[in-house]
């Protein structure tokens, strides 16, 4: 009965992510000019940015005190900004350097983050003991009360839904991160810090080592709390499988960012339980989400185990989706931004992820322009 409901909520979830994409990539704060007039937008904008309480802090200069210095450089706050890309503002620090990317953002756990964790946590763990309790009695209905025929089919079927949740959970990391990765910035209503601070990762990968696990993955407690679980629960009627399925699924995708951070740590960091599940590929491994870290940041969007990561790539299913939102709306990913001759593959159709030959030409295109840039100012 769950496979079918696992089937549907694949394609919901799709579906869902696309839908999101293309509504919120109209908006303000998802608008995303042509990259190469980045530097023109940020000259144009200065005027209102001066207005602007700055949401990123340490990375941005105050703007009253640094104007002229400003209208050289892009910003986070402007549209068509991507970091990493050239003329950005924003470089990334050599050596493992944490670096914070969003004001009033902090390494240190506050207690605030601690009752969201925590009380998310324990929520999640009620409504799945809850709903194990309503597959035990349906199966009991078929078995027989206190059969421990019955006790053992419901551990069988709960370790499968689980199991079935954990594997599509990673999908799921794939598509959000994928989302947040390309399109939007600081100012998108809602998901502004999410995706600020997964943006900004790509520019100070090492931070996230620092953070500690309820600071880490507080932010996710909000789209994956329990109040979403119920929302849904209630919305669509949904049955104890289909809950259960539901709270291990949000369970994963808070816990992503955990796993995330523990491919970021060195193996002495991580401690033997996590390199144990690193080496199990029950959590991404190291050198699978190295990969991600590769500009322009186009693949390995998975995050919590990492199992889907090579056919999602080879499938080319985000590049298609970016070609849909690009026709619809004419809204470029940043992967398209970082990288011209992915753009170019896409339009045309290629959308299975290219071998490391396009990375080197992107890279050599760079140093290029970095060497032209430098020509011109001497
Ligand atoms: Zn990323
Ligand atoms: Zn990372």
Not at 100 to 105: A, N
Request: glycine share 8%; proline share 3%.
């Amino acid at each position: 009965m769950y496979t079918n409901t696992n089937k549907n909520t694949v394609k919901v979830a799709t579906t869902a992510a696309l839908l999101l994409c293309v509504l919120a990539t109209t908006i303000d704060g998802f608008s995303t000019s042509s990259p190469l007039s980045s530097s023109t937008a940020a000259a144009t904008n200065t005027k209102n940015r001066m207005n602007m309480k700055p949401l990123y802090s340490s990375i941005v200069a105050e703007p009253d005190t640094e104007i002229e210095e400003e209208t050289k450089k892009a910003s986070f706050l402007d549209d068509g900004f991507v970091f990493g890309l050239e003329g950005s503002g924003l470089d990334r620090p050599k050596g493992k350097v944490s670096q914070l990317v969003v004001e009033g953002d902090t390494l240190k756990t506050t207690d605030q983050q601690r009752v969201i964790v925590w009380g998310t946590l324990l929520g999640h763990l009620s409504i799945a003991s809850y709903s194990v309790l309503g597959i035990l009695q349906n199966t009991e209905a078929v078995a027989g009360a206190a059969d421990p025929l019955a006790i053992g089919l419901t551990v069988l079927q709960a370790m499968s839904i689980t199991l079935t949740s954990w594997a599509l959970a990673d999908l799921g990391s794939g598509v959000l991160h994928w989302s947040v990765d390309n399109y939007g910035n600081g100012r998108t209503p809602i998901m502004g810090g999410i995706i600020a601070a997964f943006q900004g990762h790509h520019s100070a990968p090492w931070t996230i080592t620092e953070r500690e696990f309820e600071n880490n993955v507080s932010k996710l407690c909000v789209p994956f709390g329990i109040q979403t679980v119920l929302a849904l629960k209630f919305v669509f009627g949904l049955g104890s499988y289909s809950t259960l399925f539901l709270t291990v699924f949000c369970l994963m995708e808070i816990l992503s960012q955990e796993f995330h951070k523990m491919s970021h740590t060195t193996k002495s960091e991580a401690g033997p339980i996590w390199n144990l599940l690193q080496e199990k590929g029950i959590s991404i491994p190291r050198k699978q989400h190295a990969q991600h870290h590769i500009a322009p940041y186009d693949g390995n969007y998975c995050i919590v185990s990492g199992i889907c990561n090579e056919k999602v790539d080879e499938s080319g299913v985000f590049r298609r989706m970016e070609h849909i939102i690009y026709n619809l709306n004419g809204i470029e990913s940043n992967a398209w931004k970082l990288d011209p001759e992915l753009r170019k593959r896409t339009l045309n159709g290629e959308y299975g992820l290219p071998t490391n030959s396009h990375r080197t030409s992107f890279k050599a295109a760079q140093s290029k322009a970095a060497k032209a840039a430098k020509s011109k100012t001497i």
